[in-house]
């Protein structure tokens, strides 16, 4: 087995970066940058917390955990879980906390390389922290557990990993392999293209070399989050990569598969001159970033202002039975919030009138505040999420 950092190699396409991976980076630009136009600023923020638990939904659902969306919404408003849902729930939590912090200290300019070793760590160490007792150990294939240390790396004297066929690098040399990875990976910052296509190639060649004891493909999500903010296709944090992974373009074994075509050694003189395939290389990161693109239209579709509207205003006039009570909701999703006292004005009623309607809204979930008399601004509750957003959690189970 090469215990070299170069056997990684190749990471990046250096001579050559294939046209079509240069054209779906030009794709992705201008995708993302459409993504969310004409939404207010509050609307959109309130929008990206429903994304990010949509996003934890399907990286664990590709781990092979299904949990509702119903109990990741109960296990962030800190409520009481029934117990046979409870690690799951707090799992999950744990992913948006994590995702949370990420966009926050990508909006104060503080995130730092999305593929340095350290910000790695971090994200492992943030996971694994909130992470409940019965998933923070680990199970070896001769029936030994170790204790998952939260941001350690596999390292000198730790149990030797092995992912189906793939034999990752002897934990005693996971450190020099990070060393190479992040320092890969720093020379394709320089380049906008350049950002968007190392996000697929860093996706893969992290899990190749599968650092951590667990929980490697949640790290290797956010990274992949992490370095789409950093490459301006972030789009406010409407769209989600891990649905894209989960559900594939044909199929949800799709990833898998394509993760495992990637381990691919070169196959021959004009396949690149690194130890893997660059040929496969390609192939993978042609089809991420088409799982990329078709993830950003699929929420530009969803996130469309006018389409969002005209549902909100049907589902509201359904439930409520109010004839105004729509206005209200357009008035709010036009300025992203408002305050109390304007809703008569905009409803052009009487103030108790307009307290009713707004009132009715409020307990119904679709308009909310930081407190009864602070503005309100909307809400996108989830027992109407299939009415608001169609195919959003089409995986979850009901409830």
Known sequence: MIETPGRIEPCLFEERVPAVLADLAVELMRAADQLGRGLHPDSAAELADLVRMMNCYYSNLIEGHNTRPRDIEAALAGAELAEETRPLALEARAHVIVQREIDRRFREGRLGSATDPAFLAWVHQAFYSEMPPEFRFVTYPD??????????????????????????????????????????FRSAEASPSGRIIAIAAAHHRLNYIHPFPDGNGRVSRLMSHAMALQAGIGGHGLWSVSRGLARGLKDSGEYMRMMDMADSPRRGDRDGRGNLSEAALETFTRWFMEVMLDQITFSSRLFDVAGLEDRYRRLVADVT???????????????????????????????VT???TLGDLVRAGFLTSDSPKTPVRLAFPLDYRERLFPNLFTDAPPG
């Open 143 to 184: 029936g030994t557990t170790a204790a998952i240390i939260p941001g350690r790396f596999r390292g000198e004297g730790d149990h030797e990993v092995a992912v189906g066929r793939h034999q990752p690098p002897s934990s005693h040399r996971v450190a020099a392999f990070l060393d190479h990875f992040a320092m890969r």
């Open 321 to 351: 039975g109010d004839r105004r009570a729509p206005d209200l909701i357009s008035a709010v999703l036009k300025f992203g919030r408002m305050e109390r006292g304007d809703a008569a004005i905009v409803l052009k009623v009487s103030a």
């Open 354 to 356: 307009a307290r009713k």
